[in-house]
C-alpha cells in the first residue's frame, strides 16, 4: 500500500530497543467513586469495570491521548480515550511517559491481548495485576533519537487508524440502519383500533414449556439415533433460525422432554427472556425455553417471528416480568400476549420488508456486519505485519 512508503523510510536501518512497560511508561491505578457522585451527564465520562462508561464525574484524572486496561470485571480489556476522563480504581492508565505515542501503545497492546487475558486471575471478581502489565514488553524504535522515534509511532498510529475509522464508520451506519429497521418494523406493526382483528397467541397456537430430563447428564448421547438438545448455546447472535446443536439425548430423554419440529417457535423464558428463534430441524428443548407451535392457517411464520421481535412485545414481556408477581418468562403469560393478525397477504408482504432489513442489519455472512468483520480483519492483519520487529531471545512477549 502506497501509505507504507513514508513508513519505510523512516524504519530504514532503524535500530528497535524493546522495553518492559515499566520502564517505558509510568502505569497508575485509578481513584475509586461511589455511585452517589455519578452524574447522568457530563464532562468526564468515568470507567470503571467496563469499556462502556458508569456514568460521569466534574472532574478528571488522567491526560488527553490515554490508553488504559481495566483490571477488574472485564479484566483485560485495552481501551483509548483521546479526551480526559475519570479512571475508577478498576482501571489502570498510564500516567505519564517520554518513550512512548499512547495510541502506538494503545495499538501494540492489542497484539498482546491473549497474553494479558492469560494473566487475568480468574474469581468470584476477575483480576488483572499491575505487574503482570509491567513486564510485558513494548518496541521502541531508534530509542536514540526520541524525535524520529515518535515520527515512527505517529505513523504507525496513521496508518492504523484509517483502518479503525473505516470500521468505525461502517459500525454507525449499522447503528443507523438497526434505528432504521426498527422504526419501520413497529410502524409496519401499528395498527389503529378496528384495522385488524386481534386474537391472544395462546387462541392461535400452543404454548408450552420445555422439560428436561434429570439428571441430564445420563441421558447424553453420541448415537446416531439421538435427538438434538436445543440449548441457548446453539444460537447465533443474529440469528433468525436454530439449524443444529452440539449435544443430542437418547431417545428416552426426548420422551421425557419437549419434542419440536421444523417451522415451530422456541422463545426464552430467562435472562435474555423473549427472543425468538425459529427452528429448521427437529429437537428437543429444555425448562429453559418456551415453545410456539401448531400455528392457524391465519399466521405466517416470519410475521410471527417479527411481531416477537418487536419493541411493544418486549414491553409486554417486561411489564409482565417486572410485575414483582413472576420471575421468567410463563407460558401463560406468552399465551396472553395480544397478536394483530391481518389478512395473510398483508402478513406477508410485511414480513418480506422486514426480511431485507434484517438482513442488512444482523446476517453474519451479509451486510454491513460482514464487512465490518472484514475490516477488522484486516486492521489486525496490518497491525500485526506493523508491529513484527525483531526480538532478542530476551524478549517473551
Not at 497474553?115 to 503482570?132: D, E, G, W, Y
Request: glycine fraction near 6%; proline fraction near 5%; aromatic fraction near 10%.
Amino acid at each position: 500500500m502506497s501509505e507504507f512508503s513514508y513508513l519505510e523510510k523512516l524504519l530504514d536501518g532503524v535500530e528497535v530497543k524493546w522495553l518492559a512497560l515499566e520502564n517505558a511508561a509510568e502505569l497508575k491505578r485509578g481513584k475509586r467513586l461511589v455511585r452517589s457522585q455519578l452524574e447522568l451527564e457530563g464532562e468526564f465520562a468515568v470507567y470503571q469495570n467496563s469499556m462502556t462508561p458508569l456514568g460521569y464525574y466534574h472532574q478528571h484524572n488522567t491526560n488527553p491521548d490515554t490508553t488504559f486496561v481495566i483490571c477488574a470485571g472485564a479484566a483485560g480489556e485495552i481501551g483509548y480515550s483521546s479526551s480526559p476522563f475519570w479512571a475508577a480504581d478498576d482501571v489502570y492508565y498510564v500516567a505519564s511517559t517520554n518513550l512512548l505515542n499512547s495510541k502506538f501503545l494503545y495499538h501494540y497492546l492489542l497484539t498482546q491481548k491473549n497474553k494479558i487475558s492469560s494473566q487475568v486471575r480468574k474469581a468470584s471478581i476477575p483480576r488483572l495485576s499491575k505487574t503482570s502489565l509491567d513486564r510485558i514488553f513494548v518496541p521502541i524504535p531508534c530509542p536514540n533519537n526520541p524525535e524520529k522515534s515518535l515520527a515512527i509511532q505517529s505513523e504507525i498510529v496513521r496508518i492504523l487508524d484509517k483502518f479503525t475509522a473505516l470500521t468505525a464508520e461502517l459500525t454507525a451506519e449499522l447503528t443507523a440502519r438497526k434505528k432504521q429497521y426498527n422504526y419501520y418494523r413497529d410502524q409496519l406493526l401499528s395498527f389503529e383500533q378496528g384495522e385488524v382483528e386481534w386474537k391472544t397467541l395462546g387462541e392461535i397456537a400452543k404454548i408450552q414449556r420445555g422439560a428436561s430430563p434429570r439428571p441430564i447428564a445420563q441421558y447424553m448421547t453420541d448415537a446416531d439415533d439421538g435427538i438434538p438438545w436445543i440449548k441457548i448455546g446453539d444460537t447465533s447472535p443474529g440469528s433468525k433460525y436454530i439449524n443444529g446443536t452440539t449435544q443430542k439425548v437418547t431417545p428416552d430423554g426426548a420422551k421425557k422432554s419437549r419434542i419440536l419440529n421444523p417451522g415451530d417457535f422456541v422463545i426464552s423464558n430467562s435472562m435474555s427472556f423473549g427472543r425468538p428463534y425459529i427452528l429448521s430441524i427437529t429437537g428437543a428443548i429444555h425448562d429453559g425455553w418456551a415453545s410456539i407451535s401448531d400455528f392457524s392457517e391465519r399466521l405466517d411464520s416470519d410475521y410471527l417471528y417479527h411481531y416477537l421481535s418487536s419493541q411493544r412485545v418486549k414491553n409486554y414481556w417486561g411489564s409482565k416480568i417486572n410485575s414483582g408477581s413472576v420471575s421468567n418468562l410463563n407460558a401463560d403469560i406468552i399465551k396472553t400476549l395480544p397478536l394483530p393478525l391481518p389478512d395473510i397477504q398483508k402478513q406477508k408482504w410485511i414480513a418480506t420488508l422486514l426480511d431485507k432489513f434484517d438482513t442488512l442489519t444482523n446476517s453474519i455472512t451479509e451486510g454491513l456486519p460482514r464487512e465490518i468483520e472484514l475490516r477488522q480483519k484486516q486492521y489486525e492483519y496490518y497491525r500485526d505485519l506493523l508491529f513484527s520487529f525483531p526480538k532478542p531471545d530476551s524478549v517473551t512477549n
